[in-house]
């Protein structure tokens, strides 16, 4: 057994508070601001995350974007996500090829597509859309050997409940609970404030809120079965937290009214169940069957209940997705009709511009990249994104079912959603396929993932 000397030690306890001094510092200034008590300036924001970015190591800095991103349309993401990824450069123990070739090379076909536009595109915009994609394949290509798959299924949970926590009470302080609950979409908070346009708060549309608790839900899967296997013991404090956690992101996920967001609850629920059958954790079983049982029943006899229920009554609503089919048709035929576009694209940046055309952006991840990037660069994109599960497959290595379920959501999610622009669900990609692998790689010791992505 290793000795850890007693100075290693106190620097070790003296970072793990830091870690939990400063989101929680952004969470108590997040409510403020929100709640109108005191206007809180984004810089000092931006400062507090400058000065964690300093303090943290490597694996720090991972944990604390893994709280950040579910948060990011309150908080000045082009100035701290930018701060973000020097930080990561400078503090990088390797660098390892796909997370400088990658984003190098769709950034700069991103660039070209926006100077030869006809549309005027803002640096700032293009700063931060570059930003965000450096920073998603520098996280999805990273060395996972010193991070932990608990902490970053933890941090990113966390991000979700509190974000679920502000916007409902913020809700709740300006239409009362019935309203709350009485299927009203929870999501939008800047409705509720004059002048929005001067004003940063946590806000994101209903669609968002199901994905982000989707994946979170997928996340508190992961850690109470986790926690099941490691403590051996009937129940835990831990496990009871972890417990809380997911009822939350539960009722937030209802609350956005999303059938997306009851979709891949249900699914990740009965998969997890079949996963536990499979292994004879037979008690687990009976608990997972009483308590959804339970909950089915409390909500089936709500009025949320009943509103969420409506949404899957046979109709043309239902039939279309709301739209989308529709969404999907009319930029497909636009696409077909311009073969500059179907062969290169119009740049993502470009298509932000352009959206206004066809009154909605694109709910499909696969249709915005081969419509924003073309036949060879959304194509090329895709294989970036997915050549570690690629590596997976083709090792014919067994994936670990609970580990799987936050890439399941999040790639069942992106097929509902704006992938890349306005509201990416892109930065959460990376988080979902390294919970995935990182699994792999500790129970295949042999397998050694990251030298195949070299």
């Given amino acids: 057994m290793e000795i850890i000397p007693a100075n290693e030690q106190e620097?070790?306890?003296?970072?793990?508070?830091?870690?939990?001094?400063?989101?929680?510092?952004?969470?108590?200034?997040?409510?403020?601001?929100?709640?109108?008590?005191?206007?809180?300036?984004?810089?000092?924001?931006?400062?507090?995350?400058?000065?964690?970015?300093?303090?943290?190591?490597?694996?720090?800095?991972?944990?604390?974007?893994?709280?950040?991103?579910?948060?990011?349309?309150?908080?000045?993401?082009?100035?701290?996500?930018?701060?973000?990824?020097?930080?990561?450069?400078?503090?990088?123990?390797?660098?390892?090829?796909?997370?400088?070739?990658?984003?190098?090379?769709?950034?700069?076909?991103?660039?070209?597509?926006?100077?030869?536009?006809?549309?005027?595109?803002?640096?700032?915009d293009t700063v931060s859309y570059c930003t965000r994609i450096f920073l998603v394949f520098f996280l999805l290509y990273t060395d996972m050997s010193n991070i932990s798959i608990k902490k970053m299924c933890l941090w990113s949970s966390i991000g979700v409940v509190y974000l679920i926590f502000i916007i409902s009470l913020v809700t709740f302080l300006h239409t009362g609970l019935t309203k709350m609950l009485t299927g009203n979409r929870l999501g939008p908070t800047t409705q509720f404030i004059p002048h929005t346009h001067d004003i940063m708060m946590f806000t994101v549309n209903p669609n968002g809120i199901s994905y982000y608790t989707g994946i979170a839900f997928s996340c508190f899967i992961i850690l109470l079965y986790q926690d099941y296997k490691e403590t051996k013991l009937p129940w835990s404090i831990n496990r009871t937290l972890y417990l809380i956690g997911l009822l939350v992101v539960l009722l937030g996920g209802l609350l956005s009214v999303s059938r997306t967001f009851v979709v891949v609850a249900v699914l990740a629920t009965f998969i997890m169940f079949l996963h536990i059958c499979n292994k004879q954790h037979w008690k687990l079983a009976v608990g997972i069957v009483i308590g959804t049982s339970i909950l089915s029943i409390i909500f089936a006899n709500t009025e949320l209940g009943h509103t969420v229920l409506k949404r899957f009554v046979i109709n043309k609503n239902l039939l279309t997705g709301s739209g989308r089919t529709d969404i999907f048709k009319n930029y497909l035929q636009y696409q077909l009709s311009h073969i500059n576009i179907l062969l290169f694209g119009t740049g993502a940046l470009p298509y932000y511009q352009m959206r206004g055309n066809f009154l909605n952006s694109m709910h499909n991840m696969v249709q915005q990249l081969f419509f924003c990037y073309g036949l060879f660069g959304g194509a090329f994109f895709l294989y970036a994104l997915f050549k570690p599960i690629g590596v997976m497959i083709k090792d014919k290595i067994k994936i670990n079912v609970p580990y799987s379920l936050p890439f399941i959501t999040i790639v069942l999610c992106a097929q509902t959603t704006q992938f890349l622009l306005p509201n990416d669900v892109l930065m959460l990609f990376p988080i979902c396929i390294l919970i995935c692998e990182y699994n792999l790689s500790k129970k295949h010791p042999e397998t050694d993932l990251l030298k195949k992505k070299n």
Avoid at 55 to 75: A, D, M, R
Avoid at 81 to 106: G, R
């Fill in 11 to 124: 620097k070790n306890k003296t970072t793990k508070i830091w870690l939990l001094a400063f989101p929680f510092l952004f969470m108590v200034l997040g409510t403020i601001r929100d709640c109108q008590i005191l206007p809180v300036n984004k810089f000092l924001l931006v400062t507090i995350a400058a000065i964690g970015f300093y303090f943290f190591n490597y694996e720090q800095i991972i944990y604390f974007l893994c709280f950040l991103i579910p948060l990011k349309e309150g908080i000045p993401g082009n100035y701290i996500f930018l701060l973000a990824l020097i930080a990561l450069f400078l503090k990088v123990p390797q660098i390892h090829k796909e997370q400088i070739i990658f984003p190098v090379i769709i950034i700069g076909y991103e660039i070209i597509l926006s100077i030869i536009s006809p549309y005027s595109i803002h640096l700032i």
